[in-house]
């Protein structure tokens, strides 16, 4: 029988990078993987290309048969975020990685040492017994400070999101953000998406921010509001949960 795969699950965002900095050093084999949405800011592809040239290695690309990007999944679904969990996740990130993992993979995840990514990859293995996981980030005891650091200690620049303010360089329009600092950042930084999804998520009925425990629609986020903590979920595999 074959040895098994070792696959990293790069998210072109610095935890990532270092996770498959690590893992390809004691194991030059793995497989980078990274799992499109078509909705992450352009710089993206600038920083994976750096990492490419730093991890002297390619990464796979895995994306949807069925829906091209998360606009797409959101328009023909009529599904942003509610209890059921991202309907986006599922379609771009869930099912491309099934369709690609085999029984026998070991997954790497770049979960870092902080308290909220340790907490998540306690409940990662939780909700998929069936895989095989690896966090070196955690094992190492490297929080997301380190990360940015290394990276940038390697002459990588960050993804531009991160210097627009933002702690994961996630989709430009995360639905499973509630914090009104978030969506303020992105009505500031993103204007265009913004109006894009105030005008969805009015048709959808789906009122995204949170303000003092009430639900509302992020147009009704008062102009002056400040951009100071931009919590935004770090999307990955449990984000449909």
């Known amino acids: 029988m074959a040895d098994p795969r070792i696959i990293v699950w790069f998210s072109r965002g610095a935890a990532s990078a270092v ?3 690590m893992t390809l050093r004691e194991h030059p084999e793995a ?3 990274y799992c499109e949405t078509g909705q992450e800011h352009e710089d993206g592809e600038r920083f ?8 002297n290695a390619p990464v796979t690309h895995l994306r949807s048969d069925e829906y091209s990007d998360t606009w797409d999944v959101w328009e023909r679904t009529g599904w942003l975020a509610g209890i059921n969990g991202a309907r986006c996740t599922t379609e771009l990130k869930v099912k491309p990685r099934l369709s690609f993992q085999r029984p026998t993979d070991i997954h790497v995840f770049g979960y870092t040492a902080d308290r909220c990514d340790v907490e998540r990859a306690k409940a990662l293995r939780e909700n998929y017994p ?20 290394m990276v940038e200690s390697a002459g990588i620049e960050l993804p531009l999101p991160y210097h627009l303010g933002f702690h994961n360089n996630n989709c430009k329009t995360c639905v ?8 303020s950042l992105v009505r500031k930084v993103y204007p265009d998406d913004f109006a894009r999804m105030a005008e969805l998520s009015r048709r ?3 009122r995204l921010a949170r303000i003092n425990d009430e639900r509302i629609f992020i147009d009704e986020i008062p102009a002056d509001w400040p951009t100071t903590n931009p919590i935004a979920p770090a999307c990955d595999f449990l984000c449909h949960i």
Request: charged letters at 20%.
């Open 204 to 206: 959808l009925g789906v």
């Open 19 to 21: 996770a498959a900095r």
């Open 48 to 55: 994976e290309a750096d990492c490419v040239r730093w991890l």
């Open 176 to 183: 499973k953000a509630t914090s009104p600092d978030y969506w």
């Open 31 to 33: 497989v980078l993987a």
């Open 130 to 149: 069936e895989l095989t996981i690896w966090t070196p980030l955690i094992d190492a005891g490297l929080t997301k400070a380190a990360t940015l650091a």
